[in-house]
């Protein structure tokens, strides 16, 4: 079956998640919380669920975690585990689990993320990189720096472009209750931002949070048979991955969400202008920023022009990351995104943008190494 043919033919029907912050509660437990919130929005029985696919924890990995969370929620799923491709995990768990529906694997699949390092253990975070530790490379934040600082030397990128992603998504993180830093900032705040690792200021990094999100997939099929309230068709999926280190890759000013984003485009048979709503991934401004041009939605190099004066703030001409997102909202990568831009198809966003058609978002993992892009639409 080709790409095209899957278009619309899966849905999400369900979705939840728990508080975000410092929660002080295992990822088990967290994993369960989201997971039974997700089934109560779908109308779904736990023991209908014949597959639970699980992005394991970054701050601490466990083998057989898949089923130690089946078993805590008293499950047997038949099929399913744990992935690790960092942030891009939780998109690619969601095509995978299409697929596994499409060959007859599974009817109706749980896909979760949970973890804790805001009351647990952040050590991963700045964990050497490689033989290179013994230079100095330390850190998650190093190695996103050099690419900030690649695209700058190469584009002569503006500061205020960075700057207009953060106020951006720091304002719509500002108007949404349940996002753990609520509080928006003016461009003279960014600019005035400590360093953490030049040229990345504080403005510009995501937030360390505990917490979870869960979204229950099914065909839509299934969905009308079970009559599910409000299911949201998946219409373009895609994933793409780099596999060199930073300091091995030939160029550091484009991602692989370029091949990412050409495969959901192609699938949901739309363009980037057609895009109503965009959630971005965002660990870092430079990952926004570098998405938007690989996604099509500007030039390389032209980030600036399409970011200035508000244009993707709520109102603009691409509302970005409607609840905040990681900079915001949780620093607990990929699902939580997904979940806005189920909100924002469903029309029920706290920060709803008028007339949804489609809806993207993006997940990233690594230190830009794995991508992946899905449009959801009315």
């Given at each position: 079956?080709?790409?095209q ?15 975000f912050g ?24 736990k ?5 639970l ?5 970054t ?6 975690y898949?089923?130690?969370?089946a078993?805590?929620?008293?499950m047997q799923?038949?099929?399913?585990g744990?992935?690790?491709q960092?942030g ?6 969601i ?17 979760s993320?949970?973890d804790?390092p ?9 964990r ?6 013994a230079?100095?490379w ?10 900030h ?36 900032i ?10 953490v690792?030049?040229p ?5 990094c995501?937030l ?7 979204v ?10 079970l009559?599910?309230?409000?299911p ?17 890759r ?7 969400a370029?091949?990412?984003?050409k495969l ?19 660990c870092f ?10 996604y ?5 190099g032209g ?14 001409r ?6 905040g997102?990681?900079?915001s909202?949780?620093?607990t990568?990929?699902l ?19 007339d949804?058609r ?9 230190t ?11």
């Open positions: 079956m080709g790409a043919m899957m278009r619309g033919k899966y849905v999400i029907a369900g979705i939840g998640n728990t508080a410092k929660l002080g509660l295992d990822t088990v437990t967290l994993n369960v919380m989201a997971c039974k919130a997700a089934l109560e929005d779908a109308g779904v029985d023991v209908d669920v014949d597959a696919l699980l992005k394991t924890p701050s601490a990995k466990e083998i057989l898949g089923q130690k969370v078993q805590a929620m008293g799923p038949r099929w399913g744990a992935w690790d960092g891009a995990a939780n998109l690619t768990l095509n995978i689990a299409m697929m596994a529906i499409e060959t007859g694997q599974c009817e109706i699949a749980l896909v993320y949970a804790n805001r009351s647990g253990n952040r050590q991963v975070y700045g050497p990189r490689g033989n290179d530790a230079y100095g330390f850190s998650t934040a190093a190695g996103y720096g050099m690419i600082r690649a695209h700058v030397a190469q584009y002569q990128t503006d500061p205020r472009a960075f700057g207009e992603f953060a106020i951006a998504v720091r304002k719509h993180g500002a108007q949404n209750p349940n996002a753990q830093l609520q509080k928006a003016s461009m003279d705040d960014y600019l005035a931002s400590a360093w690792v030049d990345l200021r504080r403005d510009d995501c360390v949070s505990d917490g979870a999100a869960a229950v997939v099914m065909s839509a099929e299934k969905a009308r048979q009559q599910v309230r409000e949201v068709p998946i219409l373009g999926i895609g994933g793409a991955q780099e596999s060199y280190d930073v300091h091995l030939p160029c550091l000013t484009t991602t692989q370029a091949r990412s984003a959901a485009f192609e699938m949901a048979g739309v363009k980037p202008a057609d895009i109503s709503v965009a959630q971005i991934y965002d401004t430079i990952t926004g920023l570098m998405t938007l041009e690989d099509g939605f500007c030039d390389k980030v600036y022009e399409f970011v200035r004066d508000g244009q993707i703030q709520h109102g603009g691409l509302p970005v990351n409607t609840s997102g990681l900079l909202e949780t620093g990568p990929g939580p995104l997904v979940l806005e831009a189920v909100r924002q198809v469903r029309g029920s966003a706290n920060l709803q943008v008028p949804v489609y809806s993207l978002v993006s997940n990233q993992g690594g830009m190494h794995t991508h992946a892009t899905m449009i959801l639409g009315a």
